[in-house]
């Protein structure tokens, strides 16, 4: 098994939050809320609870493909192969999370994380307790099947939430141009936070803001976000937050009137309605950059 990283930086994650608290509260900055921070604890921890079962399960459904299905066998003792996984990781988390905004069914886990109105250290830690077990994993699935030891994949992906750690925060500016370009910074990711209709469904990086430029989902952060979703939850309970959406599309499918209204309301972007009462990231940016009529 490999060694559980996340678990070993807790210490890190508690300091650094009371730290960035402590430098918040004497700078007397709105980028804290005493409720909201314990709420981001809490689904943290609920996220490393619900951790021990689904991800020892995806672990070994990722061995079994190595096992039975690789095609090469990379060598771990070789520092290439780490370089192969690092961008193997970071490409399949792009994918990932970019559906995770385009696929309600995925969005509905994802959308823990995005519920803050806050934006700082705590909401990185702001996690769900669903997206193992509702298949997140499968963005996953090839390097195995390439050759990759499940080892390997699961310190590449642990490596990659690390790093995403420290961008969650409002203290650090925008960062050496150079870096910007190649890496994502909390410039880059607190516009991915941003609830701006302008800023909705961008920078979907993990550690290389290199993808969202590749495929056209970069967009440089203009003016501060209004972070959150479009629609705020208004509650600090997290058990309420972990399932909201999930809630919200049971009742929606249950009120479909067709199978391919309810096939929509599970798999079409989150904001799809049948009737036109709700609008997509994509409705609401085409409407956003529609010419006033004169």
Known sequence: MAPNLILYAVPFFVLTVILEAI??????????????????????LGNLLSGLISKTAIAFI???LYENFHVFTLDGSAWWMW????????????????????????WASHKVHHSSEKYN?????????????????????????????????????????LYQYWIHTETIGKMWKPFEFIFNTPSHHRVHHGSDVKYLDKNYAGILIIWDRMFGTFIDEDERPTYGLTNN?????????????????????WKAGSLKNAFN???APPGWSHDGSRKTAKQMQEEFLKPEPK
């Open 62 to 64: 990722f061995l079994y």
């Open 83 to 106: 370089v192969l996984a690092f961008f193997a990781d970071d490409f399949s988390y792009y994918w990932f999370h970019r559906e995770a905004h385009l696929i309600r069914y995925f």
């Open 23 to 44: 430098f918040i509260t004497r700078e007397q900055k709105d980028y804290l809320e005493v409720k909201d921070t314990f709420t981001s604890i809490a689904l943290g």
């Open 233 to 253: 939850l208004k509650t600090y309970n997290p058990v309420k937050i972990a399932f909201s959406e999930w809630v919200d599309i049971a009742k929606d499918v």
């Open 121 to 161: 250290l705590a909401t990185a830690l702001r996690q769900t307790w669903t997206g193992n077990i509702s298949g997140s994993f499968i963005f996953y699935l090839w390097m195995p099947i390439v050759g990759f030891h499940p080892i390997v994949v699961v310190i590449m992906q642990q490596i990659s939430l």
């Open 265 to 267: 309301y599970i798999f």
